[in-house]
């Protein structure tokens, strides 16, 4: 009875501990007239946070980052006139 207790106990921690972890890959783009303001404190949202700056843009305002679901509704809420958000993945023009 208590080993079943213990490996119960050991897997509902390791359950919490990754979905608490789970970032998701995105880049976020503004327009132009975004106020570098707007830009840092979303950086500095997502920092907070335990996610990570993977990339800055220069030739357009934005970034990419790796970011939790909770932070990324929260930046797109704070943005939502100036921000575009889309998942960062591979595309194609042919079906792999």
Do not use: R
Request: aromatic residues 6%; proline residues 1%; hydrophobic residues 40%.
């Amino acid at each position: 009875m208590k080993f079943s207790g213990l490996i119960l106990g050991a897997l509902a921690l390791v359950s919490g501990a990754i979905a608490v972890d789970i970032q998701k890959s995105v880049i976020i783009t503004y327009k132009e007239n975004t106020p570098d303001s707007v830009i840092q404190q979303d950086k500095k949202a997502i920092l907070d946070d335990g996610g990570v700056i993977t990339h800055e843009y220069t030739l357009m305002k934005g970034f990419s980052a790796k970011v939790n679901a909770k932070t990324l509704e929260s930046v797109s809420a704070s943005s939502e006139s100036y921000a575009t958000i889309e998942e960062d993945k591979v595309v194609s023009t042919f079906d792999i």
